[in-house]
């Protein structure tokens, strides 16, 4: 019998999984709610979901919150779990499982995920944005992901947007914050549930007023933080995802943000070369496949 992956992205309020070949195809997925009150619980969760396809596994791949060093498999920081700091799933399930474990850092799985079969595939210098509770991040640079001397090279959402900021409240992960503009939106629309985007990309679609200024900055914000990026990198395309990232009206609303600053300021178009914005080929699951691809990198299954 052929054996399979196992990738498993770790988020604050789900946990997704699913079974890919090493072709990169999904042959199933799901989801579960993350334990949020200690690691053992948490990690009572992960060993349950492992041991139901454990007899025909070829790996294990996992995307995480947090610092990841990718060599040791171990995470610092945790972000919105924090209790996942210091943990090493490498250590933890490779001999437990008898197959191979990778970590890696959620936003830059997403980004080997568009490298390996997405919208950076035989990009030479790229970015992915993903948009959810900050903003994670994964670069491209020579066709190779860059990790930084710390890992931590793509952390987007630590960006400071104001020269005179001094509170959490001016950092580029507050403002780009996807989870937090369909609240406020979602307030303004007196929505019972605050975390309906579907009704409130409805609501933008239909240009209500109420919430066209909130999605107008949001799209600014997004279009400032891509601005500054190219100032650094260069890059030739940026992937916006996370699951609003399937909102073609998202996607435009940047895009046009994105010229609007040129316009205002002709200075910038006249020296930068415009970069391409698009979505990313697998919106919220690119994470599953980023993981898995850095698994067989790591294992030399596949080759850079």
């Known amino acids: 019998m052929t054996k399979n992956y ?20 999904m042959l199933q997925h799901d ?9 053992p619980a948490f990690m009572t969760m992960i060993n349950k979901l492992i041991a139901t396809v454990a007899d025909n596994l070829a790996g294990i791949a996992i995307s995480a919150p947090g610092k990841v060093d990718p060599q040791s498999g171990c ?10 700091d210091g943990v ?17 850092n959620d936003g830059k799985a997403a980004a080997l995920a568009e490298l ?40 987007v ?12 409240s001016q950092i580029a992960g507050y403002h780009g914050s996807a989870v937090a503009m369909i609240e406020r ?12 985007g ?46 609003i990232s399937a909102q073609p009206l998202l996607i435009k609303g940047i895009q046009n943000a994105y010229l609007s600053i040129n316009e205002r300021i002709p200075l910038i178009a006249e020296q930068l070369e415009p970069v391409e914005i698009m979505a990313t080929h697998f919106h919220n699951n690119s994470n599953l496949y980023g993981a898995l691809y850095n698994l067989l990198l790591q294992n030399k299954v596949l080759k850079k």
């Not at 945790?78 to 209790?83: E, V």
């Not at 790229?126 to 509770?133: C, F, I, N, R, S």
């Open 75 to 84: 995470i610092y920081g945790g972000g919105a779990l924090p209790f996942l």
């Open 6 to 25: 196992l990738s498993i992205d770790i988020g604050g309020t789900n946990i997704k999984y699913g079974i890919l070949n090493i072709r990169g195809e």
């Open 116 to 155: 390996w079969l997405g919208t950076l595939h035989n990009i030479n210098t790229g970015a992915v944005l993903v948009l959810g509770t900050g903003i994670g991040g994964g670069i491209i640079v020579d066709g190779q992901l860059l990790r930084g001397a710390h890992w931590q090279a793509g952390e």
């Open 198 to 243: 579907l009704a409130v990309f409805e609501a933008i679609k239909a240009h209500d007023e109420r919430i066209m200024p909130i999605f107008n900055e949001y799209c600014d914000a997004i279009a400032t933080i891509i601005l500054n990026l190219q100032t650094v990198i260069d890059v030739q395309r940026i992937a916006i995802g996370g699951g």
């Open 88 to 104: 090493n799933f490498k250590e933890q399930l490779q001999t437990k499982y008898n197959c191979p474990v990778a970590v890696e």
């Open 157 to 168: 959402s630590y960006m400071i947007l104001s020269p005179y900021a001094n509170k959490v």
């Open 31 to 39: 989801h579960i709610k993350t334990p949020k009150s200690d690691l």
């Open 185 to 196: 939106c979602a307030h303004k629309l007196q929505l019972s549930n605050q975390q309906d």
